[in-house]
């Protein structure tokens, strides 16, 4: 079956599990009852509304928040897209973000909110792994590219977090295996770092990452490439400075 799917772990999880989750959600919606816990008896509630947006339904895209509206980018619907919107809750209005620019077509990629911009990192599209990206800023509603030189290789089902000054990308699949490395982006002075691999976690994806304000901390994932998926309870630490 993995071979079937072109060892592709996104079409893996669209083939067997989107069908199980979207079957649960209709059986919600028939019952009237939102995608949370039913009996609870205190304020707790969901506010459903279906969008008007100009641009395509989607999957494995991503979503910042930026402190007053979420910027929605990427995924793919049967393709890549290039495509996304800017959703302000306060309004409850969307907004298409610019293709002028934009990074080229890509979905399981990964999206920091960066204290002004959202910069989009890797991802893979058709098959094919990213190691580009961009920065899009909201307010002049523009893309910029950012280096490549020094960046991590090109991969997939990474994870990335913004430290305050810079974004920590590890982790993540390419063609060939898992990775266990990554790099650390400057956007002021649009430059990558390494990472040390001494000490680091097995390679990984599908892991989750999160900054502590000092650390990033690194755990789960899978660490294979193959049916069934072997999954990790172990994970790690990194210290940037």
């Known amino acids: 079956m993995w071979a079937a799917l072109g060892d592709d772990p996104s079409m ?17 919606v028939a019952q009237g009852t939102p995608p949370a816990s039913r009996n609870r008896e205190h304020s707790e509630h969901w506010e459903w509304w279906v969008s008007s947006l100009a641009f395509e339904n989607r999957q494995f ?18 393709d890549p897209l290039d495509t996304g919107g800017t959703y302000e809750p306060a ?15 890509r979905s399981s990629h990964t ?20 190691g580009d990206g961009g920065r899009y800023d909201p307010v002049t509603h523009s893309w910029s590219a950012i280096s490549n030189t020094g960046a991590p290789s090109a991969r997939a089902y990474h994870t990335a977090v913004w430290t305050g000054e810079e974004m920590i990308v590890w982790g993540g ?15 002021v002075a649009d430059a990558w770092a390494g990472i040390s691999e001494s000490g680091a976690p097995g390679a990984r994806y599908d892991h ?3 900054w502590t304000g000092s650390e990033a901390i690194v755990w789960g994932g899978a ?12 994970g790690g630490r990194y210290n940037p400075v």
């Open 111 to 130: 999206a920091v909110w960066a204290d002004g911009e959202m910069i989009v990192w890797g991802g893979s599209a058709s098959g094919a792994y990213r």
């Open 12 to 28: 893996l999880r669209e083939c067997l599990a989107a069908p199980l989750v979207a079957n649960r959600l209709e059986d919600l």
């Open 223 to 234: 660490v294979n490439f193959g049916f069934p998926t072997v999954s990790t309870n172990t």
């Open 208 to 210: 989750v990452m999160v």
């Open 91 to 105: 309004t409850d209005t969307w907004l298409p973000t610019s293709v002028v620019d934009a990074p080229s077509p």
């Open 61 to 78: 895209h991503t979503a910042v928040w930026t402190g007053n509206e979420m910027i929605v980018w990427g995924g793919r619907a049967g």
């Open 173 to 187: 699949a390419d063609t060939v295996s898992p990775r266990g490395d990554g790099g650390r982006y400057d956007p």
